[in-house]
């Protein structure tokens, strides 16, 4: 073997015994003794909840280390076991291929504390094709969470020209058998299972006969299905400005296409071009892919000349603190979305006191009421441009509001999310 080979295959293997622990921190993978279910309990309660991410980073993960902390601190008695494959690249590789490595990672459930186990099995996983590599888990209580769909989610052109045909189609598949396999289906948002049943009639008539599947299960698929919002792990801070200076606007996605950062370029460009507007100060909080780096530093070379946007921040903040303090220091928090299933960054910055702004779609209605939603990029910028006159009043709008309090307590683990949670898991 090659000197580089060799280091490839160390590295590998390093990778393999890493896994990632409740704070997301990449640890050792515990020696594991015995098979699942192994415990003792006298809670009568589920004593094994086992989840199965493949996806480890972002919203994923930290619904993860949620639930690992959660359940363990609420729990009577029940053992909490996070399996991740960790790390967000590759995704569509993960959807594929990532049972056969929880085959080997999750880990023995004894038969006679199968039906005593709850295995929550996430969006981007094949489920019926790890249970047929694993025939132990069959017997177990098989749920899924959706983070989001494929019928749903749209494709960039390079992503498209990658997944043509069978391989797209592959991926909606995984899903679906996912969710007929599964006892119980959780989406996070009502979006994304509306959008998910009003598109998989049309997906499953695509098949070919003879292979058309005969009785599709429909019924009994919507019948299993609910909403379940994400926790956020925030306490509610709707709090008054303290501070003096310019409009304060975050803007706090991935710089992908999906979340449309062209449309924010355009909102800018056009602030600056507008005769009345006032100077406004730019926080951009979201992270950015390998391939997307060069058009990220182009566009805050770009804002940087404009002489009404002060920018405030310019890509992501790795340490949790600084960023729920650039958010607690904020007035608006903008989504220019094309895509959303739930909109985790909104309703933490909502959570903060941020006024939000958001397209009139997607999610978004669901979370918002209607004087948060625009339709076109000349309402954004006239919503905008009324709050530079009224520094204070978006904060204000939130801080004291028992609607706004109600509407986000939805999404608090100790005001009733967390027993939802507990019941789709039956713990």
């Not at 989840?51 to 639930?67: A, D, R």
């Amino acid at each position: 073997m090659s000197e580089g080979g060799a280091q490839e295959a160390e590295e590998e293997e390093q990778q393999r015994e890493l896994r990632v622990d409740g704070r997301g921190a990449a640890a050792k993978r515990p020696r594991r003794e015995g098979s699942a279910g192994s415990g003792s309990d006298s809670s009568g309660l589920l004593r094994e909840v086992v989840v199965v991410e493949p996806f480890g980073s972002g919203s994923h993960l930290q619904l993860c280390e949620t639930l690992e902390a959660r359940l363990r601190r609420q729990g009577g008695g029940e053992a909490v076991r996070v399996v991740t494959l960790p790390g967000g690249s590759k995704w569509h590789w993960r959807m594929l291929v990532s049972s056969w490595f929880f085959k080997e990672e999750i880990p023995k459930v004894a038969p006679e504390r199968a039906s005593d186990t709850t295995v929550l099995f996430v969006s981007m996983l094949n489920v019926a094709e790890l249970v047929g590599l694993r025939p132990d888990l069959a017997a177990t209580r098989k749920v899924v969470f959706m983070h989001e769909n494929q019928l749903e989610y749209p494709s960039s052109n390079e992503e498209a020209s990658k997944s043509k045909g069978q391989a797209s189609f592959n991926l909606v598949w995984n899903q679906v058998v996912s969710c007929v396999q599964a006892e119980a289906v959780a989406f996070n948002s009502r979006f994304n299972m509306d959008s998910f049943f009003a598109k998989l009639g049309p997906f499953v008539n695509r098949i070919p006969h003879p292979c058309r599947p005969t009785n599709f299960p429909h019924e009994q698929l919507r019948a299993k299905s609910r909403v379940l919002f994400l926790p956020v792990e925030l306490p509610l801070a709707l709090s008054n400005r303290s501070w003096g200076g310019p409009l304060r606007l975050v803007w706090a996605h991935r710089w992908e296409h999906d979340k449309d950062p062209a449309a924010l370029m355009r909102f800018v460009e056009s602030w600056e071009a507008e005769a009345d507007t006032p100077v406004i100060s730019l926080a951009v909080l979201g992270d950015v892919s390998p391939s997307g780096k060069v058009a990220f530093m182009e566009a805050q070379a770009k804002v940087a000349e404009l002489t009404k946007v002060e920018i405030r921040n310019w890509g992501r903040l790795e340490d949790k603190e600084q960023y729920v303090q650039m958010l607690r220091t904020s007035d608006l928090a903008l989504s220019t979305s094309l895509h959303e299933f739930f909109g985790i960054a909104m309703v933490e910055a909502a959570t903060c006191g941020c006024f939000p702004l958001c397209p009139n779609r997607l999610s978004y209605p669901e979370l918002f009421p209607k004087d948060c939603l625009y339709n076109t990029d000349r309402q954004l910028l006239k919503k905008v441009k009324s709050f530079s006159r009224r520094v204070n009043a978006p904060r204000a709008a939130l801080a004291g509001n028992a609607e706004w309090t109600a509407r986000l307590e939805r999404f608090q683990w100790e005001r009733g999310l967390g027993d939802q949670w507990r019941n789709f898991l039956r713990v």
